[in-house]
Nanobody, 115 residues
Framework: QVQLVESGGGLVQPGGSLRLSCAAS????????MAWYRQYPGNQRERVAT???????HYPDSVKGRFTSSVDTAKNTVYLQMNSLRTEDTAVYFC?????????WGQGTQVTVSS
């Protein structure tokens, strides 16, 4: 199965930045799309970024203009650059990939925005 491993989470002050990484065990070229989700305690996961096989990216209004997703195909890694972070961005962030109609998930990485 596809393995996804997130890293880069941590504690940051409001207005600060973090870059999350998602390392995939297989070539990113085999994925229909990849995405980033976040989850608050007791809630469902919310999609915060999508990057398609064609290279298009999509973001919800809650993060648009602050978050940017990109890929490094040589490293089989997807990134989520998070700028101008707010306390409400505090959550566990998950990497997601779709391959041949199957969804794969990483283990999650904690992002905490606090002064």
């Amino acid at each position: 199965q596809v393995q996804l491993v997130e890293s880069g989470g941590g504690l940051v002050q409001p207005g600060g930045s973090l870059r999350l990484s998602c390392a995939a065990s297989e070539s990113i070229f085999t994925f229909y799309y990849m995405a980033w989700y976040r989850q608050y305690p007791g809630n469902q996961r919310e999609r915060v970024a999508t990057i398609t096989a064609g290279g298009s990216t999509h973001y919800p209004d809650s993060v648009k203009g602050r978050f940017t997703s990109s890929v490094d195909t040589a490293k089989n890694t997807v990134y989520l650059q998070m700028n101008s972070l707010r306390t409400e961005d505090t959550a566990v962030y998950f990497c997601n990939a779709n391959q041949f109609s199957t969804n794969y998930w990483g283990q999650g990485t904690q992002v905490t925005v606090s002064s």
